[in-house]
């Protein structure tokens, strides 16, 4: 075997530097997530042991639909979108998850084929817990079966509130209902005046999530601009008017 030259050690210690830097401190990770955090230590560290992390491109598919789940997932970076397929090439996106976010739970418990596929938006990396060890927990630890009861009796609520907003509320509500809900400061109520928010992904992905055509959102736009409620700068979108903005058209 031929000798190598110091440029072929330098890359290979490069490439590896930057694996070793670029992968978590699992239990740690875990520890830190809502659902875990009573977990004790010999517990997360049986978890962190049947969990893997998992890296996408943006563009490249996690899920199919149809897919047999082994476990759920949580995002440590990045974008996740989930959505329905079509065979006109068309997309429903259900919904659009970011960092500490997790899905694929309800699936996981009632052994059903993924209804959805899971896409990356950008460049993202993930955490896959198994079922096995996540049923294990469940079997030993009724507080952690409160706790995962409750994370998906939220996901159900915020389900609802998607049907309540396709089925009632017109298509301008439902986009200044997004736009507040991205808010820096809505949660604590403290949002007022002008407020500066970036949209997290796409337009077009944005308006399959709001169960409306991309040329419907820009037309909202338009007529939310005109109003002079709001200025539009590619994804920056600068809310000149909080409290006018909440009472328009409701």
């Known amino acids: 075997m031929g000798a190598h030259c110091p440029h072929f ?8 530097s930057q694996q070793q ?25 049986h978890l962190a042991a049947h969990a893997r992390e998992k890296r996408l491109a943006a563009g490249e598919m996690l899920l199919q639909k149809g897919d047999n789940p082994r476990g759920f997932y949580i995002i ?25 976010q997790s899905f694929g739970e309800t699936v996981m418990f009632i052994d ?14 993930l955490l896959h817990v198994s079922k096995d060890a ?18 998906m009796s939220m996901r159900l609520h915020a389900l609802m509130r998607d049907v309540e907003s396709y089925s009632l509320r017109s298509s301008a509500q439902r986009v200044i209902g997004y736009l507040l809900q991205h808010c820096p400061n809505q949660g604590n109520g403290t949002c007022a005046g002008s407020v500066e928010i970036t949209l997290p992904t796409s337009k077009q992905i944005i308006a399959s999530r709001l169960n409306l055509t991309p040329e419907t959102l820009s037309r909202i736009f338009r007529d ?16 000149n008017d909080f409290k006018r903005l909440r009472e328009y058209d409701f």
């Open 224 to 239: 939310l601009a005109e109003a002079k409620l709001i200025s539009v700068q590619s994804r920056r979108v600068t809310i």
């Open 9 to 16: 050690y330098l890359s290979v210690r490069s490439i590896m």
């Open 76 to 100: 440590i970076f990045g974008q996740i979108k989930l959505a329905f397929p079509s065979a006109t090439g068309n997309e429903k996106v259900v919904d659009i998850l970011g960092p500490r």
């Open 21 to 45: 830097e670029n992968h978590i401190d699992i239990p740690a990770f875990l520890i830190r997530q809502s659902l875990f955090q009573e977990l004790t230590p010999e517990q997360v560290t």
């Open 134 to 151: 996540i049923f294990e927990l469940l079997e030993t630890d009724p507080s952690f079966a409160r706790r995962m009861l409750a994370s």
């Open 112 to 125: 059903r084929p993924y209804p959805v596929f899971a896409e990356a938006i950008t460049a993202t990396q």
